[in-house]
């Protein structure tokens, strides 16, 4: 009897926790290296995170379809962003420099 209940408690805190290191990439096990299992697994945590929404301020933005973002509260915008990310780096740089225009344009006139 002593036997079966430890039996029971270890498969009940088995369920607990599945992972120790590897996280969400878990589910791919053994296979294609460790190399690109962590790689996945910076896009993947980035692709399920949420942001924040840069018309309301809200933490609530989550990624429906790849490079298409929305929040979740009612009525919010749908926005283009990254594949993996609600912004890039390269959209931060392009925002930027067109923002640095207009105000050398604002001075010339």
Do not use: C
Not at 33 to 50: N, P, T
Not at 62 to 74: A, C, N, Y
Not at 92 to 103: Q, S
Request: aromatic share 8%.
């Amino acid at each position: 009897i002593l036997h079966v209940e430890r039996f029971h408690i270890t498969l009940f805190n088995m369920g607990r926790r599945r992972t120790k290191k590897v996280g969400i990439v878990g589910k791919y096990g053994t296979r294609y290296g460790s190399s690109i299992r962590k790689r996945l697994k910076q896009y993947e945590i980035s692709q399920h995170a949420k942001y924040v929404d840069p018309f309301t301020g809200k933490e609530n933005v989550k990624r429906l379809v790849t490079g298409i973002w929305q929040g979740k509260t009612r009525g919010s915008r749908k926005i283009a962003g990254g594949a993996y990310q609600l912004s890039t780096s390269a959209a931060v740089t392009a925002k930027d420099n067109v923002e640095r225009l207009k105000k050398l344009q604002k001075k010339a006139e």
